[in-house]
């Protein structure tokens, strides 16, 4: 059974800093692509960043480019964003996803893990 558990989210001041891990379980981590994707309340979700399995080559969205970095453990399988800069409006619950994501696509929901709260605000 596949299992995405985030974890790492909170509330921090705008310009602030976290980072948030999802811990990978139930198939083979290293074969595969990890995507983050948010959605904000009231809000469709949005594709936030992918990385490919061994970690070489990531893409993110416009609005994170600069400010955000995916990373992955494959030893400990776990996948990382770290987050910067952030802005009230990257307040959102995140999810990480098993496979690639793009602008536009999210990746089925029954992909995604539970998701963790990141809230930006003074």
């Known amino acids: 059974e596949v299992q995405l558990v985030e974890s790492g989210g909170g509330l921090v001041q705008p310009g602030g800093s976290l980072r948030l891990a999802c811990a990978a379980s139930g198939f083979t981590f290293d074969s595969y692509d990890m995507t983050w994707v948010r959605q904000a309340p009231g809000k469709g979700p949005e594709w936030v960043a992918s990385?490919?399995?061994?970690?070489?080559?990531?893409t993110y969205a416009d609005f994170v480019k600069g400010r955000f970095t995916v990373s992955r453990d494959n030893a400990q399988n776990t996948v990382y964003l770290q987050m910067n800069s952030l802005k009230p409006e990257d307040t959102a619950m995140y999810y990480c996803?098993?496979?690639?994501?793009?602008?536009?696509?999210?990746?089925?929901?029954?992909?995604w893990g539970q998701g963790t709260q990141v809230t930006v605000s003074t």
């Open positions: 996803a098993k496979g690639v994501g793009a602008p536009g696509y999210t990746l089925p929901r029954n992909m």
């Open positions: 990385i490919t399995g061994g970690g070489a080559y990531t």
